[in-house]
């Protein structure tokens, strides 16, 4: 064989590595899924509480997304953590990527902490483009993390009263439709 054919069943390989890996694991929806419900107590924290205890809840409750993820995971029989595939070893690098946020948001909290919640939401979507890719479905998670940039920037320039409220409430939404999206996909494909 030739180097360029070898190049082109490697990918195929890998490609359909990558798609058996989201219809196994479902797309990985119980993550997502514990990223809405932190998104809807962080909701009704903005009713319930100060900016600063919001703020509270906000950086301390980030922490129990994943704990959650597993416990949810263990409950859809969706276990994504003993899950391998070719492309696995992108994952600690996409999440150390999302992960460089907190420095920024540290920064904000010492100079402008009322800009926390915008650098919460979309600083928690860094990594959505490259978990899309490890499932072979970047248009899907990437378009995730756009329109929650988008939705949250809108958010915070023109409903300024609402940003405790609304800009949670909208990561949510998107969030729960996420999932869905996922689900019916992975339905797509699997019929």
Same mark, same amino acid.
């Given at each position: 064989?030739?180097?360029?054919?070898?190049?082109?069943?490697?990918?195929?390989?890998? !490609?359909?590595?990558?798609?058996?890996?989201?219809?196994?694991?479902?797309?990985?929806?119980?993550?997502?899924?514990?990223?809405?419900?932190? /998104?809807?107590?962080?909701?009704?924290?903005?009713?319930?509480?100060?900016?600063?205890?919001?703020?509270?809840?906000?950086?301390?409750?980030?922490?129990?997304?994943?704990? =959650?993820?597993?416990?949810? !995971?263990?409950?859809?029989?969706?276990?994504?953590?003993?899950?391998?595939?070719?492309?696995?070893?992108?994952?600690?690098?996409?999440?150390?990527?999302?992960?460089?946020? /907190?420095?920024?948001?540290?920064?904000?909290?010492? +100079?402008?902490?009322?800009? !926390?919640? =915008? +650098?919460?939401?979309?600083?928690?979507?860094?990594?959505?483009? +490259?978990?899309?890719?490890?499932?072979?479905? &970047?248009?899907?998670?990437?378009?995730?993390?756009?329109?929650?940039?988008?939705?949250?920037?809108?958010?915070?320039? /023109?409903?300024?009263?609402?940003?405790?409220?609304?800009?949670?409430?909208? &990561?949510?939404?998107?969030?729960?439709?996420?999932?869905?999206a996922i689900l019916m996909d992975v339905r797509r494909l699997r019929d």
């Amino acid at each position: 064989m030739n180097p360029m054919m070898d190049s082109m069943v490697l990918r195929a390989l890998v !490609a359909a590595d990558r798609r058996a890996s989201y219809l196994r694991l479902s797309g990985g929806f119980p993550v997502p899924l514990a990223g809405m419900i932190y /998104w809807l107590i962080l909701a009704g924290a903005g009713q319930l509480l100060d900016f600063k205890g919001w703020l509270m809840v906000a950086v301390w409750g980030s922490g129990l997304i994943f704990p =959650l993820a597993l416990l949810l !995971a263990k409950l859809f029989n969706c276990h994504f953590i003993g899950d391998r595939t070719a492309v696995t070893n992108v994952l600690l690098p996409a999440f150390i990527s999302m992960l460089l946020f /907190w420095p920024v948001l540290a920064a904000s909290l010492s +100079i402008s902490p009322e800009l !926390a919640p =915008l +650098i919460l939401a979309i600083g928690m979507s860094g990594h959505w483009p +490259i978990i899309g890719w490890t499932y072979d479905r &970047v248009g899907l998670y990437a378009g995730h993390a756009l329109i929650r940039a988008l939705i949250t920037t809108l958010i915070w320039f /023109w409903l300024p009263d609402a940003r405790l409220t609304l800009l949670p409430l909208s &990561v949510a939404i998107l969030y729960g439709l996420t999932v869905l999206a996922i689900l019916m996909d992975v339905r797509r494909l699997r019929d």
